[in-house]
């Protein structure tokens, strides 16, 4: 890769699904963190701000709608893409998530790890042609 590497901030206490989404997301060559709670996603939202960022809602210490509200009313990183994968599923929940900005919301249950990271190639993708 001669382009510098997209950073990748992955919000999600499931120690496993983090675990699987960094390595996979890694050996693409992007550049990951994870954090596993939502106030410590936050921090290091500040700190890193990340080309895009992968979302939990049911969260430790700060829960992702929350999270969410925060970033897209702070003036240098509401622009960050976000991904919203989730257990919760009801229409309510994902009209609330997309409502405060996310620019999808995948039901963790109903995609493969192949497809969540084709969904967060193709925002990267789309994200880097509005930005040129």
Same mark, same amino acid.
């Given at each position: 890769?001669?382009?510098?590497?997209?950073?990748?901030?992955?919000?999600?206490?499931?120690?496993?699904? !983090?675990?699987?989404? !960094?390595?996979?997301?890694?050996? #693409?060559?992007?550049?990951?963190?994870?954090? *596993?709670?939502?106030?410590?996603?936050?921090?290091?939202?500040?700190?890193?701000?990340?080309?895009?960022?992968?979302?939990? *809602? +049911?969260?430790? #210490?700060?829960?992702?709608?929350?999270?969410?509200k925060r970033l897209r009313a702070?003036?240098?990183?509401?622009?960050?893409?976000?991904?919203?994968?989730?257990?919760?599923?009801?229409?309510?929940?994902?009209? @609330?998530? #997309? @409502?405060?900005?996310? *620019?999808?919301?995948?039901?963790? !249950?109903?995609?493969?790890?192949?497809?969540?990271?084709? #969904? +967060?190639?193709?925002?990267?993708?789309? !994200?880097?042609?509005?930005s040129e």
């Amino acid at each position: 890769m001669t382009e510098t590497a997209a950073k990748i901030l992955v919000i999600e206490d499931e120690a496993s699904l !983090s675990n699987i989404l !960094s390595e996979t997301l890694a050996d #693409r060559g992007y550049k990951v963190s994870i954090a *596993i709670q939502g106030e410590e996603g936050w921090q290091k939202t500040k700190d890193e701000r990340p080309d895009l960022v992968l979302l939990d *809602i +049911v969260l430790p #210490r700060l829960d992702g709608f929350v999270y969410l509200k925060r970033l897209r009313a702070h003036k240098k990183l509401k622009d960050i893409p976000v991904l919203i994968l989730s257990n919760l599923g009801q229409d309510s929940d994902v009209e @609330q998530g #997309r @409502q405060l900005g996310a *620019i999808d919301y995948m039901v963790k !249950s109903n995609h493969t790890i192949d497809a969540i990271i084709k #969904r +967060v190639e193709g925002v990267l993708s789309e !994200s880097k042609q509005q930005s040129e």
